[in-house]
């Protein structure tokens, strides 16, 4: 068991095959909640909300802004505590979205980027629909079960524990292996 969840081991799994990273990647998507954050709040006395982010996150999407990739972050809920992060990561955020397929679409062709240049991040099961939508679906390791066994890869880390990190290092190592 411990080489299989640690020895990145190839698997033959069943159901459909797992995508292959894209060569190219120009495009991030990226949930909120659960991603973003570890996917709890904080509420205070008077309602207002707050969360937790890792800073290593930030600086990943940092990292990977400067090398030419757009990021977007896509939230089922309206939240002033998502724009307020977003806005100080220098990311668009499109919040209160009901269904993320129908957001996907519009984002990819008012970018004009293909899907197979585009990878999204995801947690939960509202983020299933965007999976056929881009080039490779990726879950943080405490995503939901079910949509851990829908994505093209599952990160080592847990959200707002230093997943998005792991993904942006990911493209960036890739990005140096090709130059």
Excluded at 46 to 59: C, K, S
Excluded at 68 to 87: D, H, K
Excluded at 117 to 126: K, M, P, S, V
Aim: one cysteine or more; a negative charge; charged letters at 25%.
């Amino acid at each position: 068991e411990w080489l299989i969840r640690y020895g990145d081991l190839p698997l033959v799994l069943p159901g459909k095959p797992r995508r292959t990273f894209p060569s190219e990647v120009q495009l991030l998507l990226l949930d909120f909640d659960g991603v973003l954050t570890d996917n709890r709040i904080w509420v205070d006395q008077d309602g207002h909300e707050m969360i937790a982010a890792n800073r290593g996150d930030g600086w990943g999407i940092a990292r990977i802004r400067e090398a030419g990739i757009r990021v977007i972050v896509l939230s089922t809920e309206a939240n002033p505590v998502v724009a307020a992060r977003c806005e100080k990561l220098g990311i668009e955020s499109i919040q209160g979205i009901g269904d993320k397929a129908e957001a996907v679409k519009s984002v990819l062709a008012r970018e004009k980027v293909s899907a197979e240049h585009t990878i999204y991040i995801g947690n939960d099961e509202n983020d299933l629909p965007a999976f056929p939508l881009v080039g490779f679906a990726v879950v943080v390791a405490d995503a939901h079960y079910g949509v851990r066994a829908e994505a093209d890869l599952v990160l080592k880390h847990n959200g707002g524990y230093g997943a998005v990190r792991e993904l942006c290092d990911r493209i960036l190592d890739q990005m140096e292996a090709k130059s």
